[in-house]
């Protein structure tokens, strides 16, 4: 693994065993030499589950196929392999999804559609699905409740931490908890830096209502973050409900008693998306946008993530420089209604910019050390609406070319 | 100015008179120390002009100028100032543009929207126009047909050298000929690398046949390249045509008489187009993206953009890397149709994937070769439509991110 980032979380959180899930990894020798790159996920029978995916319209494989099987509504195992993608690989790649599904569903002796498969790694490159399937038998064998850790690692490429995050909630009284893990370090590339997550809970959730409360919760978590713009062929975020928790029926995701459970769902989102921004491919500073008085939330969105994309903000933030004037073009060219008079901008909280000028005499120095430091914080108030979004990314930095410039050589 | 750009041109061209126009330039000491920083050019009566700017939103002062006095359709001198874009200065930047241009209809005895203006250089502080006002009277003594070099670079800023175009051709037998220069360098840092272009001809056109003309020759040329995907606040690209070359009227910009002039007046725009291009900011090598088989040409531009401003397309250029895989994932991400199994993807000529896979056993040493040279050309057949379109970018290095990473430090 690469030099840990320096935006890493401080210590790492241990997830506990989650009633009716078992966990392996493996090292099946599809890429990398002396680590696992093969993870396996047992899952109880009545497990629901969701999804959601890249809009990529040049997906791979292994997202095709969990899109068909995700209407079943049920799974009872995932397998999720490092160090290819196999994405790009046309029908060869699409037969050996099937291969590895066929055999993995009679193994554990259930339908083919409960399986779910994703692959991150080398694209383009055909998949040795034979090295998987013939390690399978060996893999489940390992199945166990705690090897949480084990699994997270298994499923990296170019990270530099292993993602993990655990809340616990209550519904209807009972005391139900919610495990994730992801992987992804550039927004994504698609070599080595796809971004998967799992989560799991013990919570009872028809299929349907897991999939409403992931779709909710992925707007300003996963699809609230960036790298470097790019999308994955890839990317998949799946969830998963065991209901061995025994917790009440519910009606819906809107259900009141979801309440709780929605807030610490979304929040493990958060943790795990943050997570993947601060082990951003060269990565040296964590920047959280927040855009206010946009014509709407939509609109806020566009011009958070047009701050957020812009080479120009992210080099002027590796190079810790205050330009608020970057800030405007990136709002200029967002598209959304916006007048240069009316814009208001703090870095660090410290107002800079109001009523389309510089505000005369500010206080330098706070906003200085502000730079400086590794959690950068701009507000950007429009001045036309109600409309706020919050967006997270990274800095542009001389590592990010290096890691990205010389990658397949 | 910097190190000269390893893409730059190897010989200068050299502008010759055009009836009907006198240009200047001049040091007012608005930022830089021993240079010229005041380009003048002064039109003949009945100079018709045509214009296209940014689409931003927060656009400065001078276009918001330029916009308006647009309405009227004649021009008779143009001011270009470097070293301060009068950029997000509210309505202090409103009033100085007001006081220059009233200054030098005064000086020139024309009315005010018969003056065009733009600014480029840092912004967010406010112009000093008095320096521009108080030169201008002595600039203007200096004006001679023959200037146009001297002219090309008062406007520069980042920019490591001046950027200049020359084409004859001619209307209903009568020769004309068509001068343009301009500067950029990002596409485009609103602080110093914002896009002004400015074309003269001495061919007879109406206001609007010139509108007309330059906004088609821009979609191909301006429109079609890409440094960085930012957008200045700033972007303006002026044409003026003086009518003194005596050519018989034209009806239309589509009359059968303007079809030479059209494919000269198209290829000059391109030309200075790919004159920015090539000194984009750190820019290492020059990319060419062919896009065909797109479901429209809109189509085929956006995936070409999506291509060319993609950055980790743009690092793996820059790495020399025929990292096919990634174009394939921008394809994907442009939102455009496309089928992953229907791609095909040449790099420098050679086919490298083909039916959404690679290419079993092509050629990798010419390939090879041709990511080591500076002109490096990509074509992208998405096999679904008839759609072309082409795009030009360079790649994303670490002098870019040195640049702009350390501008205003």
Redesign the interface.
């Given at each position: 693994m690469a030099t840990l980032s320096p935006l890493a979380p401080k210590t790492f959180v241990s997830l506990e065993p989650l009633a009716g899930i078992r966990l392996a990894s493996h090292a099946c020798g599809l890429r990398y030499q002396g680590r696992t790159d093969l993870m396996v996920a047992e899952l109880a029978p009545g497990t629901t589950v969701a999804g959601v995916f890249?809009?990529?319209?040049?997906?791979s494989a292994p997202v095709l196929w969990c899109r068909e099987a995700l209407k079943g509504g049920a799974a009872r195992l995932v397998l999720v392999n490092s160090g290819n993608a196999n994405?790009?690989?046309?029908?060869?790649g699409v037969a050996s999804v099937r291969r590895t599904v066929e055999a993995a569903a009679k193994i554990k002796g259930c339908k083919p559609d409960e399986i779910f498969i994703a692959s991150t790694g080398?694209?383009?490159?055909p998949l040795e699905d034979q090295k998987i399937t013939d390690a399978l038998g060996e893999a489940m064998a390992g199945l166990s409740a705690d090897k949480w850790r084990a699994a997270a690692e298994a499923i990296l490429t170019t990270d530099t931490y292993p993602k993990m995050a655990t809340r616990t909630a209550t519904i209807g009284g009972v005391k139900v908890r919610i495990n994730g893990f992801c992987k992804g370090s550039?927004m994504i590339?698609?070599?080595m830096a796809t971004m998967l997550a799992f989560v799991f809970t013990d919570a009872a959730l028809p299929a349907p209502v897991l999939q409403d409360l992931l779709a909710a919760g992925t707007a300003g978590s996963f699809n609230a973050i960036t790298v470097?713009?790019?999308?994955?062929?890839s990317d998949t975020l799946l969830a998963f409900a065991t209901g061995q928790a025994g917790n009440p029926v519910v009606s819906g995701a809107k259900d009141p008693a979801l309440r709780d459970f929605r807030k610490k769902f979304n929040d493990l989102l958060l943790d795990l998306a943050l997570q993947v921004v601060r082990d951003g491919e060269g990565a040296s500073k964590f920047l959280r946008i927040n855009v206010t008085g946009a014509a709407s939330a939509r609109a806020a969105k566009a011009i958070a993530m047009a701050i957020a994309?812009?080479?120009?903000v992210k080099?002027?933030v590796?190079?810790?420089?205050a330009?608020?004037?970057?800030i405007?073009?990136?709002?200029?060219?967002?598209?959304?209604?916006?007048?240069?008079?009316l814009?208001a901008i703090r870095i660090g909280g410290v107002e800079v910019?109001r009523?389309?000028?510089?505000v005369p005499g500010y206080d330098e120095e706070p906003v200085t050390a502000h730079m400086k430091g590794t959690d950068i914080v701009f507000d950007v108030d429009i001045g036309v609406g109600r409309g706020k979004a919050t967006v997270w990314t990274c800095d542009?930095?001389?590592a990010?070319?290096d890691i990205?410039?010389?990658?397949?050589?």
């Open positions: 890249t809009r990529s319209l040049t997906a994405a790009f690989t046309g029908s060869a080398t694209i383009g490159v550039g590339a698609p070599d470097d713009s790019d999308t994955s062929t994309n812009s080479p120009l080099t002027a590796a190079g810790e420089d330009n608020w004037g970057r405007v073009m990136a709002v200029g060219k967002s598209g959304e209604k916006a007048d240069r008079d814009l910019a009523d389309g000028q510089v542009l930095t001389h990010y070319i990205n410039g010389s990658y397949r050589t």
